[in-house]
């Protein structure tokens, strides 16, 4: 693993990372805030899913959640919303499909097959890399989500709801229902 930044805040740590990903088969990004309680301990650990065109930083830069979770003893994770190598032919061609766009989904045809695998990356892999790594009280771990997050996260405390102990939604419609929009393209 890789520190790419760290950086003090509200008394905790801010870091920005890369690692190489057994799920994605390439390097993978993600940020996590480590409060001043995790010098004395294991902490709680809210994972974030970003929506469309975000990356790890996204939401670690733009939220300011980092002064509420150093008060409460939180740890915030944030993985990058998609692989970004190796490059595939069209993941740059829409705002919606590709690159800053992979729907938390592992793809099932070639050639995103063997690098979109971001379900396996963000419900097994990460919370394993972020037990392993830092103090995670993993008995104590949420998630939470907007936008093309928000809808992935409803699916995975659906499957997974022992793992995460809490979750939340942040799209008011998607969380009403359980109808979701096409998660593949149509050409």
Not at 137 to 143: L, N, S
Request: with cysteine; glycine share 8%; charged share 20%.
């Amino acid at each position: 693993m890789k520190i790419v930044s760290e950086h003090a805040c509200f008394g905790g740590t801010q870091r920005f990372l890369a690692h190489d990903s057994r799920e994605c088969a390439t390097s993978m990004r993600f940020a996590v805030y480590e409060p001043p309680q995790a010098r004395h301990g294991r902490v709680p650990v809210l994972y974030y899913l970003a929506g469309l065109t975000c990356t790890e930083e996204t939401f670690m830069i733009k939220a300011g959640a980092q002064r509420l979770a150093a008060e409460l003893g939180l740890m915030l994770v944030a993985p990058d919303t998609s692989p970004r190598q190796p490059r595939l032919p069209g993941d740059d061609a829409s705002w919606d499909f590709g690159l800053g766009a992979g729907f938390y989904v592992d793809a099932t045809q070639a050639p995103w097959s063997a690098h979109y695998r971001m379900y396996g990356y963000v419900t097994r892999e990460l919370p394993e890399l972020v037990h392993r790594h830092f103090p995670a009280d993993t008995a104590r771990q949420g998630i939470f989500g907007h936008s093309m997050g928000g809808l992935i996260l409803t699916f995975i405390w659906i499957l997974m709801g022992v793992q995460f102990s809490r979750y939340v939604n942040m799209n008011e419609i998607w969380s009403r229902s359980l109808k979701a929009p096409k998660l593949v393209k149509a050409p």
